[in-house]
Structure formats: structure tokens, C-alpha cells
């Protein structure tokens, strides 16, 4: 999925998916919209610079950023942001990375 300045890798859509259906079952329809717009902000406000990213030393040329309870985990070339997953905090990301 390739939005302006920044894609996701169909392990991320099937991330952000499973968050939105996840919290829609355990909270409400409201709650999951709204916290899929904050991780959606999240990207933007990667790919723009007013949010700040931190490297990661799981992979080599990796970045993270937390939003809520989640990590994305993406890389950067010269065009775009690429968001390779989303991640719960919680998760053994050497696992799922």
C-alpha cells in the first residue's frame, strides 16, 4: 500500500488491520478508528520531520518510533518511508521483524 511519501509492506497492513480488529473487539468502533489515525499521523509525521525516529539495533538501517502501545519499524530511502511492520510493544520483535 503506497501512500504520499511513504508505503507499507503487506506485513504492515496486515498489522494495522489486525490492531484496528483487535480494538474494535476490546474497546469500540471509535476507539479503533482513533488509534488507527494516530498511527497513520505517526507515519506522516515520520516522513515530514516533525516526529522524531529512533534507530533500532535489531536490523541494520532500521528506525522505530512508539505510538500507544506499538512500534513501527521502517526504513527510509530517498524517496519514501518504508513501514515494514507494526509492532505491540510487547512482542519479541526478532521474532516478527
Do not use: C
Request: proline share 2%.
Amino acid at each position: 500500500m503506497r501512500f504520499d511519501g511513504y508505503q507499507l509492506t503487506p506485513l504492515a497492513e496486515a498489522d494495522l488491520e489486525e490492531i484496528w480488529v483487535y480494538t474494535l473487539n476490546e474497546w469500540s468502533l471509535e476507539q479503533a478508528n482513533s488509534y488507527i489515525n494516530n498511527v497513520i499521523d505517526a507515519f506522516e509525521g515520520l516522513r515530514d520531520g516533525s516526529k522524531r525516529d529512533r534507530p533500532t539495533d535489531i536490523r541494520s538501517g532500521y528506525l522505530k518510533y512508539a505510538v500507544g502501545s506499538h512500534v513501527i519499524y521502517f526504513w527510509e530511502d530517498a524517496n519514501s518511508l518504508i513501514v515494514v511492520r507494526i509492532l505491540h510493544g510487547r512482542m519479541d520483535v526478532g521474532r516478527y521483524l
